[in-house]
């Protein structure tokens, strides 16, 4: 079974669009071909620090004991987002 496909509109350079081109067409396959066989190999080469540091875990943790001291003493359930994970904190400057 076949991976269902999400349809992309991106804007290239010219000289990305021109190499874009080329490959396609000496490898005889599809732009979009180019483009995903390119994703895989960056996929396959990015690693994860958080996954791999310690100093992400207790990014998370700190991140964690905040939010429950905002709710303590509310009697609500702790509330947070992952959008917040990577925001940067305001500094008080």
């Known amino acids: 079974m076949s991976e269902i496909m999400t349809r ?16 396609a067409k000496q490898r005889g396959v599809s732009e979009s071909e180019v483009i995903r066989q390119a994703l895989e190999r960056d996929e396959k080469a ?26 303590a003493g509310q009697g609500k359930p702790v509330q947070w987002n992952r959008q917040e994970l990577y925001e940067e904190p305001e500094t008080g400057k």
């Open 46 to 71: 990015v690693t994860y620090p958080v996954r791999e540091s310690a100093d992400g875990w207790e990014e998370i943790l700190r991140f964690v004991k905040e939010r429950q001291a905002v709710y």
């Open 8 to 23: 992309k509109q991106l804007y290239l350079p010219k000289r990305l669009n021109q190499f874009l081109k080329r490959a």
